[in-house]
Nanobody, 124 residues
């Protein structure tokens, strides 16, 4: 089992920045791919960003490219999502996820463990 706890969400004005953190415990962190997903009210959970075991490979959904950066610190068992130039359409609950493989993946079904989510609200 892997336990994931997100933090760093909040209310921010459009154009602002937030940094989400996800602390993992329970297994060897570097054995897992990590991802960030988000879910807005009335919508399905969608992929935002993913990172492989070493941090050497990352993927972002097109809508956040150039604005969001995923990174990880295996020594701290933590994955981050730096979000800059936030837009109202980024408003959602953001979830951290871990998958039992070292290769970065981009779909919900490829992740095995999920955090409880953290709310990000961007005002216009």
């Amino acid at each position: 089992q892997v336990q994931l706890v997100e933090s760093g969400g909040g209310l921010v004005q459009a154009g602002g920045s937030l940094r989400l953190s996800c602390a993992a415990s329970g297994r060897t962190f570097s054995n897992y791919r990590m991802g960030w997903f988000r879910q807005a009210p009335g919508k399905e959970r969608e992929f935002v960003a993913a990172i492989n075991w070493s941090g050497g490979t990352t993927y972002n959904v097109d809508s956040v490219k150039g604005r969001f950066t995923i990174s990880r610190d295996n020594a701290k068992n933590t994955v981050y999502l730096q979000m800059n130039s936030l837009k109202p359409e980024d408003t959602a609950v953001y979830y951290c996820a871990a998958g039992r493989d070292i290769v970065a993946r981009t779909t919900v079904a490829e992740y095995d463990y999920w955090g409880q989510g953290t709310q990000v609200t961007v005002s216009s």
